[in-house]
Structure formats: C-alpha cells, structure tokens
C-alpha cells in the first residue's frame, strides 16, 4: 500500500529536480527581457542614451516614472543574474560526481548533431550575457558602453521575447568574450542602490542643490528657450500641413485643372452626367417642378397655362438644370485632378521635413505626457466613441457619402455598408493593441483609469 506514495514522491522530487535544472535558463531570461526592455526605454524615449534628466527633458512624475521602471528592471535583471550563477555553479557541482550515461544505440551522427546544439546554446547564452552586462554597465559605471552588432544566432532567440527592442543590438563577434562557464560580475550590488532614507526626501534635497546652483538660472532659461524653439517649429509645421495642401488644392483648381477641363468639356457634346446618381437626381428635379406648376394652377396660386406654355417653362427649367448638373460634374473632375496635387504636394513636404517631424513628435510627446492620466483616459475614450463606438456608422455614412459626392464617384449602398462593417472593427482592434502594447507600459495607471472609466 506504500509503493503509490513512493511513486508519488518520486515524482515530486522529479518535477523539481527537472525544475531547478531549468533555473539557470529561466533567470537568465528573465534577466535579458529586463535588459531589453530598458533598451527600449532608452531607444524610445531618450535617443538611445542613459535614462537620466540629463539626457531627456521630461516633467518631475514622467522622470519619476521613468526612473522607477529603471529600477524595478534592474533589480530584476541582477537579481535574476545571482540566481542564474548560483545555480550554475550548484548544478556544475552535483554533475562533478555523477558518472555519464551512454546508450548502445547512440551513433556519431547523433552525437555530432547533439554537439552543434550545445554550442549553438552556449554562443546565444553568452551573447545574452554580453548584451545584459552593457546594459548595466551604463548604471554601474561612467565608462561609455558599445553594443555589439547583430548575430544571426540570436534573432530566433529575440523572435521568442515579445520585447519592442531591435535585435540589431545582439553580437557575436564579442572583443573580449566570456568563456561558457563564467558569469556576469555584478559591480553594484541591491543594497548599494537602495538607502536608508526614503527618494522623496532624497529628490527634494537634490531639487533645493539645483536650486541654489549659481548656474540653475542658466539652465532654466536654456530649458525654456529649447522649449519655446520647439513650440513654435511644431505650431509652424502644423500650419504649413494644414495650409500648404488646401491652398494648393484651390489654386491648382482654380488656375490649371479648372481652366483645362472646361476647355475639354466645353459645348453641348460633353456629357451632362458622370454617374447615375446625379441623373437620378437632375430627374427628380424635373419632375418636382413640374409637379409643383400644375399644383400651383390647380389651387389658383399661378395662372392658367396652356399645354405649349407648360410644356415651354419645363423645357427652359430642364435646360437650368442640365448646366447646373454639367457643372457639378465638371466640378467634381476638378477635384480629382486638384486633389491628386495636392496629395503630392503634402507628401514631399513630409518627404523634406524629416527634422521638423522629429520635433512634432517630440512636442507631442511632452503634450500627451504632461497630461493627467484623467484626461488621457478621457481623450481615448471620446476618439474610441467618435470613430469606433455605437454611433459610429452614421457618422461614417456622412463622410463617405461627401467623399463620393465631392470626387463625383457613384454611392454604392453595399460598399459603405462593407467598409462600416469592417474599418471600424480593425480601427477598434488597433486602439485595443496601442493600449495594450504600447500604453499600459508608459503609463499603466492612466490604463487602469481608462478601465474603471469605460465601465
């Protein structure tokens, strides 16, 4: 009756056997997705420079932001490394004494194809360790620290990691490698970085030294005028994105296309219509006059007309019709040409002002940052209920019916209803995804606001 609860415990000290022999490889990955994610941070938001003030000009909580994300991942990327070494060496230890199995069916291909995985193991491991010891050597020492470039051994082991991080950054061929058996030395250790009295007091002794530095003044007006600089170049871009296309639509319509399409279409040859909508409608037109002539007669409103002179005032009102509806057309032509340069204009302003949109961005940035996680959560849920919401294919159905109506293109019931059916789901899906991805890292309580909001 004893033997299933032996069994039992054999298995027990299986699985964990099985589980510490896979600590090693675990804490080292846990270790490199904490390094790549403040690679991140520093690609994305501080030019690829050491997360510091410094090196970014952020408000007070977006750097205590920044700065508290720094230290969650380092501490778990060296935590993660003393555990990746202390069960290396535990593991190396216990398999000193144990002697090696060898199967009689083995051959030498087997083993041959055994020895490349190992090394190839062996080469991402120490890569890895190469990539989360210059990630941390930026925080532990003033040297300036290089990143290898890439090794193709290490794009399938980065294709695992959902990290937002460019493998380009992984290398192989090292200077000064280390060999498989040694381990990344940690210069600084958990105690080093924290101390005895809380950061609040520390940053506000550090505020009042920055304070009553002779050169803070300096600094702040250096501060305000980079800040002033790049306001006025973002508004300017702005109003150059706005202006340039809708003055170039109106003048290329109004001088070149306009001209040159009344010339081709001039004279009682051209076609009146150019889709059955505005057929449809110039007929409905027509019709309502005349209907409204003879009720006008029959109540006494207008005089009695004979059948020529009716026949004569609905003839001359087709004729109004038929050049308001050659206009119409002649206009709406005008605006496929116009819009097509101004559509090239817009695209080689933004093909020449790589710096300017550099600046915006960064603009936008500071905007969107300084905002209170109320008013982020706001703004996502009104442009959420404007374009994706339950009221959202009306307003749709506006914009593609104007869109049809001014290039002159014939409304097609079903293709509205596909793309209602279909756009605001992927722009819906997109929005989720950015929140998801992108938003809850940045800024995960205005995430948690947004939620408690939505509901």
Do not use: C
Not at 12 to 39: C, G, H, M, Q, V
Not at 137 to 152: I, L, N, R
Not at 257 to 272: K, L, N, T, W, Y
């Amino acid at each position: 009756m004893k033997k299933p609860q032996f069994k039992n415990l054999q298995g027990y000290f299986r699985d964990a056997n099985k589980w510490f022999s896979a600590t090693p490889e675990r804490s080292l990955e846990e270790a490199y997705n904490a390094a790549l994610t403040i690679k991140s941070i520093e690609d994305q938001h501080f030019n690829s420079q050491k997360i510091s003030a410094e090196t970014a000009h952020y408000s007070e909580s977006v750097m205590q932001y920044f700065e508290g994300e720094l230290t969650k991942y380092l501490n778990i990327a060296r935590l993660n490394l003393s555990a990746f070494k202390i069960s290396r060496s535990v593991l190396a230890t216990t398999k000193l004494g144990q002697p090696k199995e060898f199967s009689i069916a083995s051959s030498d291909s087997f083993q041959y194809s055994t020895n490349i995985v190992l090394r190839e193991k062996a080469s991402i491991t120490l890569e890895k360790l190469t990539f989360i010891d210059g990630v941390l050597a930026k925080y532990t020492s003033e040297v300036p620290v290089t990143y290898p470039p890439s090794s193709p051994s290490l794009l399938v082991a980065y294709s695992q990691s959902e990290q937002p991080f460019k493998s380009g950054l992984l290398v192989k061929n090292n200077p000064a490698p280390y060999s498989v058996g040694d381990s990344v030395e940690m210069s600084e250790t958990i105690s080093d970085k924290t101390s005895f009295l809380p950061r609040s007091i520390l940053r506000t002794v550090e505020k009042l030294k920055k304070d009553l530095d002779p050169k803070a003044e300096e600094e702040v007006v250096k501060n305000f005028r980079k800040s002033k600089n790049k306001t006025v170049v973002s508004l300017r871009f702005i109003v150059l994105l706005v202006l340039i296309p809708l003055l170039t639509q109106q003048l290329s319509k109004t001088f070149f296309v306009g001209p040159a399409v009344d010339h081709f279409r001039e004279g009682s040859s051209a076609e009146i219509f150019i889709n059955e909508d505005l057929e449809k409608e110039a007929f409905e037109d027509l019709a309502r006059f005349e209907e409204q002539l003879k009720f006008k007669m029959l109540i006494g409103a207008a005089p009695q007309l004979s059948a020529e002179e009716v026949e004569e005032r609905v003839k001359h009102k087709a004729e109004e019709i038929a050049e308001e509806y050659r206009s119409e057309s002649n206009s709406a032509l005008k605006n496929i040409f116009a819009d097509l340069i101004s559509a090239a204009v817009f695209a080689t302003v933004v093909f020449n002002s790589k710096r300017d949109i550099a600046i915006l961005k960064s603009f936008l940035d500071e905007i969107i940052y300084g905002l209170s996680d109320s008013a982020k959560a706001f703004i996502i849920i009104l442009l959420t209920d404007i374009f994706v919401g339950f009221h959202s294919p009306h307003g749709w159905e506006v914009i593609l019916e104007g869109i049809s109506r001014h290039l002159g293109l014939p409304e097609s019931r079903d293709l509205n209803f596909l793309f209602i059916a279909t756009f605001p789901v992927i722009l819906d899906t997109i929005f989720k995804y950015w929140i998801f991805r992108y938003l809850s890292r940045i800024s995960p309580s205005a995430v948690a606001t947004y939620r408690n909001m939505n509901e």
